[in-house]
């Protein structure tokens, strides 16, 4: 028997799974268990926001960032997978190749050692600290690859006017040293590190080039790679940048009020929380915080998505990046400028980038097996046809290095983080932060969909309409003694009650106070125990008779929730509460009908009110008197049979979003806990995000399968033709950087509005 004196407790609550502690016997063999590099089943790990190289403590050592300004694609993350993976105090690598982010798990004492492996690479380590901002890459000069470019060009003209061949291999020297010294110098270091990379294949395909004398190709090949390379880092620099360009979504400065009552404009950056700050109509807010004084209306779409401005008055908060439409107002900072919404959910799907998706974990296996495989042919061909007379030894080795520069994989696997990425950044856009590209993708696969009801389905702000005090009982005394137990809960159900009293009576002390997990909540006023809650906790604290039972099923019967006083011995009065059906909840479920979706409530009210809302919205089945372990193990079943997600607050809804697919937590705007929590989380109370969050993995998985068709497509062509005698390096070099272009910016239209 609990605190409050509840009899016969349901053994499946012994079990309950709250906080996501499974069950010891429970299996969570869903994909959701396995994409959290570690983490516990029950979701993502919180979101933390250390400072870039400050190294955190974790089991088996330090966790650490490091900044690599060169490391850009795949090519360079292989070196440093190889380099750093062989030593003993390593324990664990993640890239983010978005961000230029390796996180290394290591030994306390191993630090510079890393750091030292990794500069003998070429490339440069960076640990920032807090506030400092980001390094910018170093500008390199154009004069080097214009002069490449004149040079590369004289060779032509010179080689098709006949003029000496000494002219045209000056020429062509020139302009392969001019722009080609970091394709060397990259190439030197992959092929000493015995990894052949594109560099290290163009070294030796332009270095082979001029042994067998073919001077014009050699230099105009070297040319066109750099000239492509330069284009791709630019490519990639856009969805590089494309989330971190919501930054510029606040202002650098923010007018704050100063002890003596003066208004200064400071940094924003400075400004702590607890000051007050001063919005002009048409101004960004510069941090999140609520509104002490004044009225105006709101643009809320970098944060939330909403298409229509919300009006705000004094107690509303307010949002960094939103616009201040209308009228003035002061409010007050509530989390300072590195720790607003914003800035969380950038972090946030900065750190999603780093969890590979599945057809990217794919991809990244294939081009292990790939390159090696295609390096492997390349060699066959420049040694076996002329062993067997098939043809000179100058053709087939030009065949093979023509090969070697379209084995590069750089195309093929950078397809699928850009796509990824966009999409990322895509539905950060609309107001829907996906916490990684594995619910992305597995969006598209959504077979049911379990949604929590209150704030959810309805508006979650529920108003008293019946309160029937029982004979024998003063009127104003139980309506004063179910107030003074409400006033203590922030239950939706509660604070109906307690809103309906407010001005009436002077609320009385309420000692011992517990809320009870899918029932109600308790505790002694004047020494005497008081219960309000649903049925099931009236029968099981006082009993309930029979025409009680009956009022009570009427009053559910018309789709209000219903709670009862007692005192543990008899039942002293009913209040009925109800709450709207948002008008988006109609249009959403419809929505997710059409793509194939079911949908499950799972409510804690009773099945009355639960069918009833239900067949207000058209949700295909309604499940009442659901406490969080009915909950689990209801979505648990349905992820049984395909691809199941949970809609919930992030909070009380833990073990079941634990137990989905794919967990949503609705009007996270704001709220910590539901970002850091969800799998995807809402910024706003929206339903209608979710069927735009289907439909954006329908788009993305659509792209990401034409960039691997396209990738692999473009390397077969050309390795055909160069086997059939028609491959140059010119069509190696289009071949390879090509299809890195074209999938580049196929993946890039995510982001078009």
């Not at 490449?148 to 003209?157: K, N, Q, T, Y």
């Not at 949604?451 to 008293?464: F, N």
């Not at 909070?651 to 794919?662: E, G, R, V």
Request: charged residues 20%; hydrophobic residues 45%.
């Amino acid at each position: 028997m609990s605190d409050c004196g509840i009899k016969n407790k349901p053994d499946q609550e012994a079990d309950n799974p709250c906080g996501c502690q499974h069950s010891s016997g429970h299996q969570h063999d869903h994909q959701h268990s396995h994409d959290h590099n570690g983490d516990s089943c029950c979701g993502p790990a919180p979101v933390s926001f250390n400072p870039l190289g400050a190294s955190q403590a974790v089991a088996g050592g330090l966790r650490t960032d490091i900044r690599i300004m060169q490391m850009d694609c795949p090519v360079e993350e292989n070196l440093i997978r190889k380099k750093l993976g062989g030593m003993d105090a390593v324990k664990a690598l993640e890239f983010n190749l978005m961000q230029r982010v390796l996180t290394v798990t290591h030994t306390p004492e191993a630090l510079e050692a890393i750091l030292d492996a990794i500069r003998t690479l070429g490339f440069e380590p960076e640990l920032s600290v807090q506030g400092e901002p980001k390094v910018e890459e170093k500008k390199k000069p154009w004069w080097p690859l214009a002069l490449s470019g004149v040079a590369a060009i004289a060779a032509e003209v010179t080689h098709w006017a006949g003029l000496p061949e000494w002219l045209t291999a000056a020429l062509a020297l020139l302009a392969v040293f001019s722009c080609g010294f970091t394709t060397y110098k990259k190439g030197w270091i992959s092929i000493r590190n015995a990894n052949l990379n594109i560099n290290a294949l163009m070294s030796i395909a332009v270095t082979g080039a001029l042994i067998l004398g073919q001077w014009p190709e050699a230099a105009m090949v070297m040319v066109l790679f750099t000239i492509a390379e330069l284009i791709e880092a630019k490519s990639l620099d856009r969805a590089r940048n494309a989330i971190g360009s919501l930054m510029s979504l606040t202002p650098d400065t923010a007018v704050v009020q100063q002890p003596d009552g003066s208004w200064q404009e400071v940094e924003a950056k400075s400004v702590q929380p607890g000051s007050v700050v001063r919005v002009k109509p048409g101004e960004r807010i510069g941090l999140d915080g609520e509104i002490v004084r004044g009225r105006t209306t709101v643009n809320q779409a970098p944060i939330t998505g909403e298409s229509l401005p919300v009006d705000k008055t004094s107690g509303d908060p307010v949002f960094a990046g939103t616009i201040n439409e209308s009228g003035v107002f002061d409010y007050r900072a509530t989390a300072a400028a590195s720790d607003t919404t914003l800035a969380r959910i950038i972090h946030a799907v900065e750190e999603a980038q780093g969890m590979k998706a599945p057809t990217q974990r794919f991809v990244d296996s294939f081009s292990r097996i790939y390159t090696p495989v295609v390096i492997g042919i390349a060699a066959a061909v420049a040694v076996l046809p002329p062993l067997f007379g098939a043809g000179s030894w100058q053709e087939w080795i030009y065949k093979a290095l023509v090969m070697l520069v379209i084995a590069c994989p750089c195309a093929l696997v950078i397809s699928t983080p850009v796509t990824i990425v966009s999409g990322l950044t895509a539905a950060a856009r609309k107001g829907i932060l996906v916490k990684g590209g594995v619910y992305l993708e597995q969006g598209r696969k959504l077979g049911a969909l379990a949604l929590d009801k209150t704030g959810t389905i309805t508006h979650g702000k529920p108003v008293q309409t019946d309160a029937t005090i029982l004979d024998g009982v003063d009127d104003a005394e139980g309506r004063l003694l179910a107030a003074s137990l409400a006033s203590n809960s922030d239950h939706p159900v509660s604070l109906a009650v307690a809103a309906a009293a407010a001005g009436q009576f002077t609320l009385r002390e309420v000692d011992n106070f517990e809320a009870l997990a899918g029932m109600g909540v308790c505790g002694d006023i004047d020494g005497q125990r008081y219960y309000l809650g649903n049925l099931r906790l009236a029968r099981e604290t006082s009993g309930c008779p029979p025409e009680i039972a009956e009022r009570v099923q009427a009053l559910e019967g018309q789709g209000k929730t219903v709670i009862l006083l007692n005192d543990g011995q008899r039942v002293l009065g009913l209040f009925a509460v109800a709450d709207t059906v948002k008008e988006s909840s109609r249009e959403a479920i419809a929505q997710l009908h059409a793509l194939g979706v079911k949908t499950v409530m799972l409510t804690g009210d009773n099945p009355h009110t639960a069918r009833a809302i239900a067949a207000q919205v058209g949700i295909d089945e309604a499940r009442g008197n659901q406490l969080p372990a009915d909950k689990y193990a209801a979505v648990q079943a349905l992820s049984g049979q395909g691809v199941a997600g949970m809609v919930g607050d992030g909070i009380n809804d833990a073990p079941a979003l634990a137990a989905a697919d794919i967990g949503f937590a609705m009007g996270a705007m704001g709220t910590d806990t539901a970002i850091e929590t969800a799998d995807v989380a809402l910024m706003d109370d929206d339903l209608g995000k979710i069927p735009a969050f289907v439909r954006l993995s329908k788009q993305t998985y659509a792209l990401l399968v034409q960039n691997i068709s396209i990738a692999l497509g473009i390397k077969a062509l050309f390795l055909a033709l160069t086997l059939a005698g028609m491959g140059t390096m010119w069509m190696a070099v289009f071949a390879d950087v090509g299809a890195s272009l074209l999938v580049v910016a196929n993946g890039l239209r995510l982001l078009r509005k």
